[in-house]
């Protein structure tokens, strides 16, 4: 069974940037097909950052320059960079592989205007 831990979240100002950590622990653990998820209060889940094998990485359009996913494999963390922060960031962010794995408990992100 895989574990998913998010942390680093946190309130910030507009503009401001968060870096994001997910840990894996478990068996079986695909980091390379990982995503970072967010969901804004009222709203549903979105895919904002994944990779798409290969070494390859796909964004949500709202978020494209401003977040990038990375990853650790020896340390099974997958990171989330994020820059330019906008309110509308704001919302719990999760880790998973297309909702394959038990989801966190995620790590709330909070954007002030």
């Known amino acids: 069974q895989v574990q998913l831990v998010e942390s680093g979240g946190g309130l910030v100002q507009a503009g401001g940037s968060l870096r994001l950590s997910c840990v894996a622990s478990?068996?079986?653990?695909?980091?390379?097909?990982m995503g970072w998820y967010r969901q804004a209060p009222g709203k549903q889940r979105e895919l904002v950052a994944v990779?798409?094998?290969?070494?390859?990485?796909d964004y949500a359009d709202s978020v494209k320059g401003r977040f990038t996913i990375s990853r650790d494999n020896a340390k099974n963390t997958v990171y989330l960079q994020m820059n330019s922060l906008k309110p509308e960031d704001t919302g719990v962010y999760y880790c998973?592989?297309?909702?394959?794995?038990?989801w966190g408990q995620g790590t709330q992100v909070t954007v002030s205007s």
């Open positions: 478990g068996s079986i653990f695909r980091i390379e097909a």
């Open positions: 990779f798409t094998g290969g070494g390859s990485t």
């Open positions: 998973n592989l297309g909702g394959l794995y038990p």
